[in-house]
């Protein structure tokens, strides 16, 4: 990020949190861990660990400023750094608001068991960098999504968010895409009414409960983008030639035409490989991007990635199926 068009500013945490610091600050970065805190990071004492030592190895390391807590023990002092809140959790969730608002990016929110593999992929068609939030993957998810907005960028055209089913965090995070896969709807009946009305959602309609989801959007007049390998949907292959190390296909992704490989043999990613194109199309981002992604995807892999990492897909008898739909 350029100095000129900082992440967070005084005056700006002044104006948008009634946050008021005891000099003026701008800050490129923004960090809950005193030992990740490089110069020119705003960091925020979330009350995880020892905090009186965590604040001075973050000051000690350049923190621009440091939100504490006043509730926290050993954490006064008259330094100008510090800046005092009620409650930095509280604190951190106005700044995301105040991030979410400000930057033109198309947040696309991903739900399910497929969750993980979609985002990695989806992460590289949209340029984002999101080794900074997979650090984060051990922090409760109503601090890592707060911590993932506020650290949006000014001029981000996607955000990308990976969680379970969470009717607060998706009317926190306010997704303009909603995908939904398998066990992405499950036990959450307020998430409909959590969405924005103008939310596109892409639902995995193989899966029974999101197809009954899907059902119940489209009742409520919602955009929904249906996906199968084997139900008719808006977004489904049309011709699929399997090869041991890879797949071809051409599909219909809602009214366009592609025709893709998948750089990964299996019915399980030439199901994620659907969705993820439903998502490019429903953020209105580049699927010939997308499709170079999706081609590249067995060298992209991480070595130290186990299988069971990514989301599991149809098997071996719905690829039977699929075939025998597109035979009709």
Partial sequence: MQLDVPLWTSAELRAGCGIASARPWYADRLDIAGQKVMPGTLYVALGHGDDVLDVS?????????????????????????????????????????????????????????????????????????????????????????????????????????????????????????????????????????????????????????????????VEDGRQVMTVSMTRKAAVRPAKIIEHSHCTCLSADIDGVPVTYKVGIAGADWVALSLMILAAVKAADADLGRAALCLAGLGSALNDDMEESDWAEGPDASQWATARRALAE
């Fill in 57 to 217: 190895e973050a000051l000690s390391r350049g923190a621009i400023a440091a939100l504490v807590d006043n509730r926290q023990a050993g954490l006064g002092g008259d330094d100008p750094r510090l800046v005092h809140v009620d409650n930095t959790e509280t604190v951190l969730r106005q700044m995301a608001v105040k991030a979410r608002d400000r930057a033109p990016a198309t947040r696309v929110a991903v739900l399910g068991d497929m969750r993980g593999a979609v985002t990695a992929i989806l992460a590289q068609v949209f340029g984002l960098d999101v080794e900074v939030q997979a650090a984060d993957e051990g922090l409760a998810p109503s601090v890592r999504i707060a911590l993932a907005l506020a650290r949006l960028e000014r001029s981000a055209r996607y955000g990308l968010f990976d969680l379970e089913a969470d009717a607060d965090l998706i009317g926190l995070i306010a997704p303009h895409v909603v995908l939904v896969g398998a066990g992405g709807v499950q036990g959450v009946d307020g998430l409909l009414s959590a969405l924005p009305k103008e939310a596109v959602l892409v639902v995995d309609i193989t899966d029974k409960a999101a197809a009954s989801f899907a059902r119940r959007a």
